[in-house]
């Protein structure tokens, strides 16, 4: 199974909260999971990335943590703000093969 | 970042023409290039994948005749809409692959739009 779910579908925090995105794979051959947020109408942006032989990275506000037994995922934005509104994809790649979840559209209101 | 440029980033043209988008790695070399559409408010389906001086692979159910890829050069890879219907408009994204870090780097994307 090539596929990623990824939940919630939306998301509305206010300022400072710390949303949580959660996306799951089947397929073990997958090695390698990025993050991307994209704003309307512009191409995603690598936020961070993870591999399985690590259960955490943080990258300024951003945090990835990686459960490679349960085959889950999650992007954590601390101190969340409104200029953090936008979609975000998790993603997974084995080979040359990136497939992306379905998304989450965060809204962070003041 | 590395920076890939897409363009143009909007377009807007007649059913039945032909219409070429450009993808171009600005500071790096990328032997792979990838092609994506994106429908309002949906996650991007990888098209294809192009590879510098060879074919291109295309996934399951894209019309390789319908969406032209060349990668002729490790910095340059186009994709080519042919006799393009009201249907194919959507958004259409690149995206460049660093080497030896693999990293995933996209374009800004290109709608087009066909009357």
């Known amino acids: 199974q090539q596929q990623v779910k990824q939940s919630p579908q939306s998301l509305i925090v206010q300022k400072g909260g710390i949303p949580i995105i959660n996306c799951a794979y089947e397929n073990t051959a997958f090695d390698y999971f990025p993050w991307y947020q994209q704003f309307p109408g512009k191409g995603p942006a690598l936020l961070i990335a993870?591999?399985?032989?690590?259960s955490e990275k943080k990258e300024g506000r951003f945090t990835i943590s990686f459960n490679k037994s349960a085959k889950q995922f999650s992007l954590h934005i601390m101190d969340s703000q409104p200029g953090d509104s936008a979609t975000y994809f998790c993603a997974a790649s084995m080979a040359d093969k990136l497939i992306f979840g379905t998304g989450t559209r965060l809204q962070v209101f003041p | 970042g590395a920076v890939v440029s897409q363009h143009p980033s909007r377009v807007i043209c007649k059913s039945g023409t032909s219409v070429k988008i450009e993808c171009r790695s600005l500071d790096f070399q990328a032997t792979t290039m990838f092609w994506y559409r994106q429908f309002p408010k949906k996650s991007l389906m990888l098209m294809a994948t192009s590879n510098e001086g060879s074919k291109a692979t295309y996934e399951q159910g894209v019309e390789k005749d319908k969406f032209l890829i060349n990668h002729a050069s490790l910095t340059l890879s186009t994709l080519t809409v042919t006799s393009a219907h009201p249907e194919d408009s959507s958004f259409y994204i690149c995206s460049a692959r660093t080497v030896p870090d693999e990293k995933l780097f996209f374009g800004s994307g290109t709608q087009l739009s066909v009357l």
């Open positions: 993870i591999r399985p032989d690590v």
